[in-house]
């Protein structure tokens, strides 16, 4: 079973909780979920690289590219409460040059990559 979940996720709790979810399903419904898992996994590690270095810089440079409406609720939320923003931990991650694409790329195989392009392509 631990085969299916390569990458598999950082924290053993978790990791645990989906090796059990996915050895309690049928069969022919645990490469589906294997894969939804693998590229959970894949993201929560690309994001846990921006924790502890999202600047005050990567903020004001992210709050100038939102939508005037969107930049008043994150202003009155503050720096503070906003590190913890997907969005922002992206943005902070590619103005290192540590694009998302690129890393999912990296860490997931061939085959999860292509279905992440084609998920990706469709909700666009």
């Known amino acids: 079973m631990d085969e ?3 990458p598999r996720h950082p924290l053993d709790k978790y990791h645990q909780s989906q090796l059990e979810f996915l050895a309690a399903l049928p069969e022919e419904q645990r490469a589906e979920h294997a894969r939804l898992f693998r590229l959970g996994n894949a993201s929560y590690r690309y994001q846990q690289q921006a924790v502890g270095v999202i600047t005050k810089a990567d903020y004001l440079d992210w709050l100038e590219g939102l939508s005037a409406k969107m930049r008043r609720v994150v202003e009155q939320e503050g720096f503070e409460l906003s ?11 590619e103005r290192r040059d540590q694009g998302y694409s690129s890393f999912m790329q990296a860490i ?13 392509t469709a909700v666009v």
């Open 83 to 93: 590190k913890g923003s997907l969005a922002l931990r992206r943005h902070a991650l």
């Open 108 to 120: 997931l195989s061939p085959e999860d990559w292509d279905y992440q392009k084609s998920v990706s």
């Open 4 to 6: 299916l979940l390569r």
